[in-house]
């Protein structure tokens, strides 16, 4: 089975740097996730990571370390628009599972 | 532009009644998925399906039923509708083995 943790709620600052931290254990690891949902609307992948390390996308970057089953979203200069629920995900490998299991989400409130 | 879209925003039922929830994707994907999404437990997996009358059972597929005639449709039947389906349904859908989900807009369930 799988479990995802990440916080519920964050405030930040425009202009700021947030780090929004995910946790995870899965039997078999075959990705993660991020996605970005704005209220009512549908949710839209972010970024994806499979092996350790950074990866950058303009002002966002996320971060996996599979050893610690450890991720997070580093969103930089935050804007207003920014504020959204923020979704971490895990694949899992094991299963052959194509499906994604989702964490219950972080909102972000960003603040001028 | 990849495109999914759901047949309903906004639905309204009866406790009893059977319900179909339509979902259309326009990007010949093989993978298609309907989560549902609720307060403090995002979203959860109830059917996916990889190719044509093909699917399997996600985690919560009880009261469900899905059907998949045409590559580019999936529809989720709720057989006889209960307040606890009150709910926002979300269709995604994905090449096979592709790391991102596109989703649809959801359709706001409410069964009274």
Sequence with gaps: GQNIDQPTEMTATEGAIVQINCTYQTSGFNGLFWYQQHAGEAPTFLSYNVLDGLEEKGRFSSFLSRSKGYSYLLLKELQMKDSASYLCAVRDKDTGRRALTFGSGTRLQVQP | ??????????LVKRTGEKVFLECVQDMDHENMFWYRQDPGLGL??????????????????EGYSVSREKKERFSLILESASTNQTSMYLCASSFVDSYEQYFGPGTRLTVT
């Design chain 2, 1 to 10: 532009d990849v495109k999914v879209t759901q047949s309903s925003r906004y």
């Design chain 2, 44 to 61: 959860r997996l109830i059917y996916f399906s990889y190719d044509v009358k093909m699917k399997e059972k996600g985690d919560i597929p």
